[in-house]
């Protein structure tokens, strides 16, 4: 990715296990200009792992991050071909990896497609982007405003 980019944060990066073989820093950043995030791969033994249809299983991915940008945390989504195609998605949907977390970034991932998937190491496995948050400072209120959709959620709008 290119220095010049505005949105480009620095991201300290510890290597666990002999995870330094499946990334190099360049491979850290995004595969193309316009891709928003980077790929984690599966830091497995060699006998690699098989997820049955419904299973999980919690994978390692050699990596700990500290993002120096306060407001910033990483994001794992999952990869649009192994989830659309082959059915292995992140297991709770999104994980959040926050900015004080020091610890290896591990990935739950649930099979949800018909056949038993087999894992390599080295395999990618999700994709992490790093997006700003906000913390909120709740406030206790008797009522909120009003909206015209009020309460209605759940399909209230109707089916198309």
Do not use: W
């Amino acid at each position: 990715m290119p220095t010049e980019c505005k949105y480009l944060i620095n991201v300290r990066v510890k290597f666990f296990r002999n995870a330094s073989g499946l990334y190099n820093l360049a491979e850290l950043s995004p595969a193309t200009e316009g891709s928003a995030g980077f790929d984690l791969r599966a830091d497995l033994d060699e006998k690699g792992v098989s997820v049955a249809p419904g299973g999980r299983c919690l994978l390692n991915t050699g990596l700990a991050l500290e993002p120096l940008r306060e407001g910033v945390a990483a994001f794992i989504y999952s990869r649009s071909g192994l989830g659309g195609i082959n059915g292995l998605v992140v297991a709770q949907g999104v994980g959040v990896i926050d900015p004080d977390y020091r610890g290896e970034i591990r990935v739950p991932l649930l099979n949800t497609g018909g056949e038993t998937l087999g894992l390599q190491r080295g395999d990618r496995v999700a994709q992490m982007i790093f997006q700003p948050f906000y913390r909120a400072d709740f406030l206790e209120a008797e009522e909120l405003g009003a909206t015209r959709r009020g309460g209605g959620g759940f399909g209230h709008t109707g089916k198309n």
